[in-house]
T-cell receptor, first 114, second 118 residues
Framework: GAGVSQSPSNKVTEKGKDVELRCDPI?????LYWYRQSLGQGLEFLIY????????KSGLPSDRFSAERTGGSVSTLTIQRTQQEDSAVYLC????????????FGEGSWLTVV | AQTVTQSQPEMSVQEAETVTLSCTYD???????LFWYKQPPSRQMILVIR??????QNATENRFSVNFQKAAKSFSLKISDSQLGDAAMYFC???????????????FGKGTLLTVNP
């Protein structure tokens, strides 16, 4: 597609359930990022994928969070045993390889844990 | 670690007037990029303007311009002739240009909510 696509747009889940958030980056972009945006906060880096390199998972807040990227394209962020503090907007972004590449963001997945 | 500070949680401006959003950052690096992103209610982060630290000339994009003060580590955004469509959350962001390391990451401030009054 033309831009970064994320699904679902909105998700309400019960505490303790697992959720999966999907990101489809811009075609040809080798770098993919996940950020989390909590109410009243800036964006918090979660994880970074670059081509076939090992991902940088240093921003994942706990072992309940995991992400994978299949075939160097689509990525899935999984949150297990969701907690209320996981409620946030999860933003995915992609860019061409290299620091000069502009980072393009999707519209995010708004997760509410009740 | 780099930090980005936006000291104005909210700002308002009258339509057609000019407004300046403040941003300061802390880094020990000499080579980096600075960005302003706009996030309207649709939630999509849109790049407004970027500045390379090695460039002394301030970046401009139509009605948007920056005042980059490298020594003071300040990077403010000026919006001229404000329009209703400019209303959004604005985020200042930093990205290292140092080869290797975590130079792919964007470090964001907490944002400034801009209201444009008709």
């Amino acid at each position: 597609g033309a831009g970064v696509s994320q699904s679902p747009s909105n998700k309400v889940t019960e505490k303790g359930k697992d959720v999966e958030l999907r990101c489809d980056p811009i075609s040809g972009h080798t770098a993919l990022y996940w950020y989390r945006q909590s109410l009243g906060q800036g964006l918090e880096f979660l994880i970074y994928f670059q081509g076939n390199s090992a991902p940088d998972k240093s921003g994942l807040p706990s072992d309940r969070f995991s992400a994978e990227r299949t075939g160097g394209s689509v990525s899935t962020l999984t949150i297990q045993r969701t907690q209320q503090e996981d409620s946030a907007v999860y933003l995915c972004a992609s860019s061409l390889q290299g620091v000069l590449g502009t980072i393009y963001f999707g519209e995010g997945s708004w997760l509410t844990v009740v | 670690a780099q930090t980005v500070t936006q000291s104005q949680p909210e700002m308002s401006v009258q339509e057609a007037e000019t407004v300046t959003l403040s941003c300061t950052y802390d880094t020990s690096e000499s080579d980096y990029y600075l960005f302003w992103y706009k996030q309207p209610p649709s939630r999509q982060m849109i790049l407004v303007i970027r500045q390379e630290a090695y460039k002394q000339q301030n970046a401009t994009e139509n009605r948007f311009s920056v005042n980059f003060q490298k020594a003071a580590k300040s990077f403010s955004l000026k919006i001229s002739d404000s329009q209703l469509g400019d209303a959004a959350m604005y985020f200042c962001a930093y990205r290292s240009a140092v080869s290797g390391g975590s130079n792919y990451k964007l470090t964001f401030g907490k944002g400034t909510l801009l209201t444009v009054n008709p």
